[in-house]
């Protein structure tokens, strides 16, 4: 099982990035895949989730709704993290998680079964 980050890197505030979380090793259409993110000295927090069972998408982080959009591929097997009108504040290593869906209406994000290794996003004022 693999799920692999990129699209990380440096930007300026007001910018965008778009992270992909390339998955393998599973059936893409019977998990769950999400977003955390990390910044130094910080928890670990949960952004978006979506579940590949139905579409249906989460948002969890206050302070990207409206900025982020959370999307899949499912001829892919990717999930995306479109992020826009990035601040500073949102600089933080971002991680996408896999958890296979039991119940339809569970929560998207509980038990995580995989974790990517994260990728760098940096924005700088």
């Known amino acids: 099982v693999q799920l692999v980050e990129s699209g990380g890197g440096l930007v300026q505030a007001g910018g965008s990035l778009r992270l992909s979380c390339a998955t393998s090793g599973f059936t893409f259409g019977d998990y769950a895949i999400g977003w955390y993110r990390q910044a130094p000295g910080q928890e670990r927090e949960a952004i978006s989730c979506i579940k590949n069972t139905d579409g249906r998408t989460y948002y969890y982080a206050s302070a990207v709704k409206g900025r982020f959009t959370i999307s899949s591929d499912r001829a892919k097997n990717t999930v995306y993290l479109q992020m826009d009108n990035l601040e500073p504040e949102d600089t933080a290593v971002y991680y996408c998680?896999?958890?296979?869906?039991?119940?339809?209406?569970?929560?998207?994000?509980?038990?995580?079964?995989?974790w990517g290794q994260g990728t760098q996003v940096t924005v700088s004022s």
């Open positions: 998680a896999g958890r296979k869906i039991h119940y339809s209406n569970g929560p998207c994000l509980s038990g995580i079964d995989y």
